[in-house]
């Protein structure tokens, strides 16, 4: 299946980049649409001063994971090399993960779990998603990746959040080895890949636009030249803006930062220096790195960072929200397999999600009203949804309080909740 190639990756600034201090920030707002209303900005403007817009909180979203019973077996992200969910050790299925989710092992692909993720992350005070996407030919798990994407739009719309795609670099090369992609059309078919995602995902209302322009990243530098990243890019209407990894591509706006186990928070000035010549940049917050793929049997570890009880998490993200980027990605939403997780899990329990609702009210949005015991109600809801598949006449109260949470009326969901738990519901 697939993997991702090494990470060569560097850590957020700690002082606004000089490239966000030249772009006149008011033209860079993320536009989210009319079911998003804009929060209010942290700092009061001083005189003659134009009020910057809310920074989105992007996180980093996989939809790579195939599980029973929705599945007819596990797929290879809960498996890799080396274990077996239906097996069991110390109460916990066997995952190809230092961490268990909070919910079980899930599949990409049910609606219920979405739901719970997107109401999780609205809960949390998250805009949106970027999606981890290799494209629409068919090898390794690359067809499920597309289907599970596709279907996200709808719900995103519905919920109020937006999305964007980050295409994997290696895709290509790796098509060419399989020879699904002859060598001298590595370049048409790039080029065929990114129109078609211009003339259809972008064109999606959930789909995330910075400064009226739909946002596209790349993960990996080795898989395509930058010439070969300038002949692909779409142009003309709806051309997207383009955020390259950790350094800015020749055709790219500005890039994006991931995190480097080899050498940890210490790399946190090396983007902002990298950055200073660049129009656009988006810092990283991640909680830690631990990944499993020494014990998993498919290669060495990238190394570790550490999780040291919370502050990992705190620091980065503070860096991030006080950057003074449009736009800030955490590193990530469920890459269990690296263990950069910030989704409710068994061992951290909502304990950074309830930290990015803090950090949200500190840095960016005091009005921010969603508190930490709200974050449980997501959960409520998805483990009614489960039961309600063998009760009649839930749904329509289950969807009434999926939408209250959407619009942050948690007082009325917290009621209709609290009612179908009740015995005899």
């Not at 949106?128 to 597309?146: A, E, K, N, T």
């Not at 790039?190 to 259809?200: D, H, K, S, Y």
């Not at 290669?299 to 800030?328: F, M, N, V, W």
Request: glycine content about 6%; hydrophobic content about 40%.
């Amino acid at each position: 299946m697939n993997h991702r190639a090494p990470h060569q990756s560097r850590a957020l600034a700690h002082r606004m980049p000089a490239c966000l201090r030249r772009l006149v920030y008011a033209a860079c707002a993320c536009t989210l649409g009319s079911t998003t209303a804009p929060a209010t900005h942290a700092a009061e403007p001083t005189r003659n001063q134009t009020p910057a817009p809310r920074p989105l909180v992007l996180v980093h979203y996989m939809t790579w994971f195939a599980a029973k019973p929705v599945a007819p077996g596990w797929g290879w992200h809960w498996t890799m090399n080396a274990y077996n969910p239906d097996q069991f050790q110390n109460g916990q299925r066997s995952l190809a993960s230092h961490y268990h989710p909070l919910i079980g092992p899930y599949d990409s692909s049910d609606p219920d779990v979405v739901e719970y993720h997107f109401l999780l992350m609205k809960l949390a005070g998250i805009d949106g998603i970027v999606v981890d996407w290799y494209g629409r030919s068919r090898l390794f798990d690359y067809p499920l990746i597309h289907a599970n994407t596709a279907a996200l739009f709808p719900l995103a719309a519905k919920i109020g959040l937006r999305i964007a795609v980050c295409y994997e670099d290696q895709t290509i090369p790796r098509l060419v080895e399989a020879g699904l992609v002859a060598r001298d059309a590595r370049t048409s078919h790039g080029r065929e890949t990114l129109a078609w995602l211009q003339q259809n995902w972008f064109r999606e209302p959930a789909y995330l636009r910075l400064e009226g322009r739909p946002l596209l990243l790349s993960f990996g530098s080795s898989g395509l030249t930058d010439d070969e990243w300038t002949a692909i890019l779409p142009r003309g209407k709806n051309a997207p803006i383009y955020l390259s990894e950790h350094r800015k591509r020749a055709a790219a706006d500005g890039a994006f930062d991931w995190p480097v186990p080899p050498e940890g928070l210490a790399r946190l000035e090396r983007f902002a220096a990298d950055s200073q010549a660049w129009r656009l940049c988006m810092p990283a917050a991640f909680p830690r790195f631990h990944d499993i793929y020494a014990q998993a049997k498919v290669h060495a570890s990238y190394g570790q960072i550490a999780d040291d009880d919370g502050k990992t998490y705190e620091s980065t993200l503070s860096r991030a929200l006080k950057s003074g980027a449009p736009c800030i990605q955490i590193v990530t939403w469920n890459d269990w397999g690296e263990g950069t997780i910030i989704e409710p899990s068994v061992e951290f329990g909502y304990r950074d999600l309830a930290a990015t609702q803090r950090l949200v009210r500190k840095w960016i949005d005091p009005a921010f009203g969603a508190r930490a015991e709200d974050l449980r109600l997501a959960f409520v809801l998805h483990s009614l949804r489960r039961q309600s598949k063998a009760r009649a006449g839930q749904a329509r109260l289950l969807d009434q309080a999926r939408d209250d949470l959407a619009a942050g009326r948690t007082h009325q969901a917290r009621a209709i909740l609290d009612k179908l738990q009740k015995p005899g519901q």
